[in-house]
C-alpha cells in the first residue's frame, strides 16, 4: 500500500469546515473541501449529470469543470477519503469563515481545467490557502519532463548508434 493511501482499519476523522478531502479513486486522488453539515465543494465535469461527474475518469481530461456543492458520503461513493490538510506547516489556512465564503460564492460557476496546473487540489488550496497548490501535479510534471529527457537521451543515442554504423571504415 503507498504511503498517500488511507488505512482501511483508521477510519477518517469527522471532517471540519474549510478542511481539505483527498478521495481515493481508483487512478488518482480526488480533492474537495468540506463546508460543513456533511456537505463539500468540488470541481466536476461541465458535461456530465451531478451523479455520473462524482466518479468519472472524464473530469482528469476535461478542459472546463464546474464547482458543485454536494453530500460528501455521495461523492465518496464506494472509495475510501480522509481529512487531508497536509500543506498546513508550510501554508497558513485563511480564517474558516473567509474560506467557507470564498467557496459558497463559486457555488454553480464554470471555471478553467487544467490537470497540471489548474485541477481540483489547486482549487480546493486556492481557496484554503489563497493559493493553488497540487503535489499531485508537482509529480506529473516531473514524471513528464524524466521522460522527455529518457525519451531524447534514447533518440541521441540512436542517432549516434546509425551514424557510427553507417560509417565506412
Known amino acids: 500500500m503507498a504511503s498517500n493511501d488511507p488505512d482501511p482499519l483508521d477510519p477518517p476523522c469527522d471532517p471540519q469546515p474549510g478542511d481539505l478531502i ?3 479513486r481508483p487512478a488518482y486522488q480526488h480533492w474537495a473541501l468540506y463546508l460543513g453539515d456533511g456537505y463539500i465543494i468540488n470541481l466536476t465535469p461541465v458535461d456530465e449529470s451531478q451523479a455520473a461527474a462524482m466518479s468519472s475518469v ?5 478542459r472546463k469543470a464546474v464547482v458543485r456543492m454536494q453530500l460528501l458520503k455521495e461523492v465518496v461513493g464506494g472509495d475510501s477519503y480522509r481529512v487531508n490538510n497536509k500543506y498546513d506547516d508550510n501554508h497558513t489556512p485563511l480564517p474558516v469563515c473567509e474560506i467557507i465564503q470564498r467557496a459558497q460564492v463559486l457555488i454553480g460557476q464554470e471555471v478553467s481545467y487544467d490537470l497540471l496546473g489548474s485541477n481540483c487540489e489547486h482549487f480546493v488550496t486556492l481557496l484554503r490557502y489563497g493559493e493553488g497548490v497540487s503535489e499531485q501535479a ?5 514524471a513528464i ?5 529518457a ?3 534514447f533518440s541521441v543515442l540512436g542517432l549516434i548508434n546509425t551514424r557510427s554504423r553507417n ?3
Do not use: C
Open 167 to 169: 560509417r565506412p571504415f
Open 138 to 142: 508537482t509529480r506529473a510534471i516531473g
Open 22 to 24: 483527498e478521495i481515493f
Open 151 to 153: 525519451a531524447s537521451a
Open 145 to 149: 519532463s524524466l521522460m522527455t529527457a
Open 58 to 62: 472524464k473530469s482528469v481530461f476535461s
